[in-house]
C-alpha cells in the first residue's frame, strides 16, 4: 500500500506538469480546464467523500461481523444507495454546470466561462464514479484486500498524462478557441481516468468473489442513523468546501493564471504534508483512540505532542524551502513546454506565501487527531467552521486591498492565519479536555527547531545569493545547492542543539547513524 500510494501520488504530481506544459501555464484555457476539473470534486465531497472513513467504513465492518452473510447484502444495499444518490446528482450538477461555474469563478471571461461549462458537463459524470470507486474499495478493504484501491489513483493519472502528452505533441491550442477534436480529447479523455480507475476497483471487488448486485430498494441500512451520524462530519466537510470556493473565487479575480497559480502551487505544498504528516497522523490515530478509551488522558497527551514534535522538526525546514526557494522551484517544475513565465513567477511567490501555511496547518491536523480520538467530532467540527470563516474573511481581504496579480498570493497568508487561529483554539480546547496538552516541552521545541531552521536557511540564502537569477538549469543547479547546504547547516545546529526529536528520526531511518 505504501509503495501503491508513494507512485499515484509521483503520478498525480507528473499529471499536473504534463497539463501545465501542455495547456499552457498562464493561460486562459488551464485556468479553464483546472476548474471545471475541479467542481466534481467538490461536489462529492461535500455529498459523500466526507462521511466516507468517518461513517461509511465503520458501519460496513460492524455489518461484516454481525450479519449472517457477512455483510454482504448490506454492502449491496449500500452500494446501491450511494449509485442512486450520486446518480441523481450529478443528472442535477450537470443541469446546474452554469451556477456552479459562476460560484467558483465570477472573474472569468465569457469565453472562459463558455468553455468552463462545456468542460464541467464532461466532468460532472466523475461524481458517480468517484463515489462507486470510493465505496467499492471500502467494500475491499474490510474484506482484507488493500492492494487494488491503493494502486487505482495510478491508472487515473497515466490516462491523464497519455493525454497531456498527444495534445502538447499535436501542438493544441492554449486558448479557449478549441476545436472540436482538441475539446473531445481533453474532456473525454480525463473523464475516462477517472471511470478507468473505478472500473478497476470494481473488477476486483468481483474477482474477490463479492456478487455485485443493485437493489431497488436500497432500505435496511439505517440511514436515519447514517444521517445522524453523519451530521457534525457534513458541517465540517460544507466548511472545507466554502473555504476552497471562497479561495478559488478570489484567485479567478487574479487573471490569465491566477486559479492554475494557486492550486499547483497549493499542490506542491501538500506533498511533504501527505508523505510525512499524514503517516504520522495514520500510525497514531489507533493508539491514541485506544488510550482515550481507556480513559489513560495522559497518554493520550504525550502522544500528541510527540507527533507535533515529530512532524515539526521535518516540516519546519520544508516551509523554509519553499519560503525561501518558492520562485527556484517553480521555474524548475513549471518553466517548460507553453507555460508563461510571468505566471511561473507568480507561482513561485504564491509558494513562498504557502511556507507560512505549512507548520500551522500540520500541527492543526495531528491536533484534531486528539478530538477524533476522543470521538468529538461536533467540537472538531465547529472549530473548522471557525477555520473556514477566519480563511473566507482572508480571501475576501485579499480579493478587496490587493492588486490584481498578488490577490492569489494573498490567498496563503489567508490561509495561514485561519489556521493558526484553528491550532490555538484546538490546542485550548485539548488543554481543557486532557488537563495538560506538554506546553513547556513543545515550546522548547520550538524554539530549537526555529533557530535550526534559521541556521539551514541562512545557508541556503547564501547559496542563492551567490548564484542570482539563472537559466532552467542554473535554476535546478542552484535549488539543488540550496538544498544540500541549507540541509547541512538544519543537522549540524540541530546536533548542536541537542535535538532530541530529529536525533530519534535519524536514528530510526538510518540505524547507521547511531552515533548522532
Known amino acids: 500500500m505504501a509503495v501503491a500510494t508513494l507512485a499515484s501520488r509521483v503520478a498525480g504530481f507528473l499529471r499536473i506538469l504534463v497539463l501545465a506544459a501542455a495547456l499552457g501555464l498562464g493561460g486562459r484555457l488551464l485556468d479553464t480546464y483546472n476548474l471545471a476539473n475541479t467542481v466534481p470534486n467538490a461536489v462529492y465531497e461535500l455529498i459523500v467523500g466526507g462521511t466516507m472513513a468517518s461513517i461509511v467504513v465503520p458501519l460496513l465492518t460492524r455489518a461484516a461481523l454481525r450479519e449472517p452473510d457477512g455483510g454482504v447484502l448490506y454492502a449491496q444495499r449500500l452500494l446501491s444507495l450511494i449509485v442512486y444518490v450520486l446518480g441523481a446528482v450529478t443528472v442535477l450538477a450537470v443541469v446546474a454546470a452554469p451556477l456552479l ?55 487515473n493519472s497515466v490516462i491523464v498524462i497519455a493525454v497531456g502528452l498527444v495534445y502538447l505533441a499535436i501542438g493544441g491550442a492554449t486558448g479557449t478557441g478549441l476545436t472540436t477534436g482538441e475539446l473531445l480529447l481533453l474532456a473525454v479523455g480525463t473523464t475516462a481516468g477517472v471511470f478507468a480507475q473505478a472500473l478497476l476497483v470494481v473488477w476486483a471487488l468481483r474477482r474477490s468473489g463479492f456478487p455485485i448486485r443493485l437493489h431497488l430498494d436500497p432500505r435496511g441500512i439505517a440511514i436515519r442513523r447514517i444521517g445522524k451520524l453523519g451530521v457534525w462530519v457534513l458541517v465540517a466537510v460544507v466548511a472545507s468546501q466554502t473555504l476552497t470556493a471562497a479561495a478559488t473565487r478570489a484567485a479567478s479575480w487574479g487573471g490569465a493564471g491566477g486559479i492554475t497559480a494557486f492550486q499547483n502551487a497549493s499542490a506542491v505544498y501538500l506533498v511533504p504534508f501527505a508523505v510525512i504528516a499524514v503517516s504520522v497522523m495514520t500510525a497514531m490515530l489507533p493508539r491514541l483512540s485506544e488510550y482515550a478509551a481507556r480513559g489513560e488522558h495522559q497518554r493520550v497527551t504525550v502522544g500528541l505532542s510527540r507527533a507535533v514534535r515529530t512532524a515539526l522538526v521535518v516540516m519546519a525546514p520544508i516551509a523554509a524551502a519553499f519560503v525561501l526557494l518558492g520562485p ?102 485539548l488543554r481543557r479536555r486532557l488537563g495538560h496538552i506538554d506546553g513547556w516541552r513543545l515550546v522548547r521545541t520550538h524554539l530549537r527547531v526555529l533557530a535550526a531552521t534559521a541556521a539551514g536557511a541562512g545557508c541556503a540564502g547564501l547559496v542563492l545569493w551567490v548564484t542570482g537569477p539563472a537559466s532552467w538549469t542554473g535554476a535546478l543547479l542552484t535549488l539543488l545547492g540550496a538544498v544540500a547546504a541549507g540541509g547541512a547547516g538544519y543537522l549540524l545546529a540541530g546536533r548542536l542543539m541537542r535535538l532530541a526529536e530529529l536525533r530519534h528520526l535519524l536514528n530510526t531511518a538510518l540505524p547507521g547513524l547511531r552515533t548522532w
Do not use: E
Open 328 to 429: 527556484t522551484v517553480a521555474v524548475v517544475l513549471f518553466d517548460h513546454g507553453n507555460s508563461d513565465p510571468a505566471t511561473v513567477r507568480v507561482l513561485g511567490l504564491v509558494l513562498t506565501s504557502f511556507g507560512l501555511t505549512l507548520v500551522p496547518f500540520t500541527s492543526y491536523m495531528i491536533l484534531q487527531r486528539g478530538l477524533y480520538a476522543l470521538q468529538d467530532t461536533r467540537t472538531s467540527a465547529l472549530i473548522t467552521a471557525l477555520v473556514a470563516a477566519v480563511g473566507v474573511a482572508g480571501c475576501a481581504v485579499a480579493g478587496a486591498v490587493l492588486p490584481k496579480r498578488d490577490i492569489v498570493i494573498g490567498i496563503p497568508v489567508a490561509y495561514a492565519v485561519a489556521y493558526l487561529a484553528g491550532l490555538i483554539v484546538t490546542a485550548l480546547v
Open 101 to 155: 461555474i459562476d460560484l467558483y469563478a465570477p472573474g472569468f471571461t465569457p469565453d472562459q466561462r463558455d468553455l468552463a461549462i462545456v468542460f464541467s458537463r464532461f466532468f460532472l459524470p466523475q461524481i458517480l464514479f468517484y463515489g462507486v470507486s470510493a465505496t467499492t474499495g471500502a467494500i475491499l478493504n474490510i474484506r482484507g484486500r488493500f492492494a487494488t484501491g491503493a494502486w487505482a489513483p495510478l491508472v
